[in-house]
Nanobody
Framework: QVQLVESGGGLVQAGGSLRLSCAAS????????MGWFRQAPGKERDFVAT????????YYRDSVKGRFTISRDNAKNTVYLQMSSLEPEDTAVYYC????????????????????WGQGTQVTVSS
């Protein structure tokens, strides 16, 4: 079955950096767009970033543009989220997700666009 396993979360001071990783198995990883979402306590799960199956195009929510970078290594079946200049408002559980259909060149920004989800990794940014 499909498994997505996130790692790299932790506690960091404001202004610091973290790199999240998501290792995928059980699917033809190179054929699927991937995304990162986050959920803060008491709030809905929000889109953060997405990358197309080829890695040729990315898209971000406005509040993380210029600070976060999504990338993928199809040889390692892994997607990354490099986070810099972290702010307390970035505190959340971060989830990676794999799209519900293969290929496609559009940016998937809704949770319903994704069929597979990891268990999440906690990111806490202290002020």
């Amino acid at each position: 079955q499909v498994q997505l396993v996130e790692s790299g979360g932790g506690l960091v001071q404001a202004g610091g950096s973290l790199r999240l990783s998501c290792a995928a198995s059980g699917l033809a990883f190179a054929s699927y767009a991937m995304g990162w979402f986050r959920q803060a306590p008491g709030k809905e799960r929000d889109f953060v970033a997405t990358i197309t199956w080829s890695g040729g195009s990315t898209y971000y929510r406005d509040s993380v543009k210029g600070r976060f970078t999504i990338s993928r290594d199809n040889a390692k079946n892994t997607v990354y989220l490099q986070m810099s200049s972290l702010e307390p408002e970035d505190t959340a559980v971060y989830y990676c997700a794999a799209a519900g259909s293969r290929f496609g060149s559009w940016h998937r920004i809704k949770a319903d666009d994704y069929a597979y989800w990891g268990q999440g990794t906690q990111v806490t940014v202290s002020s």
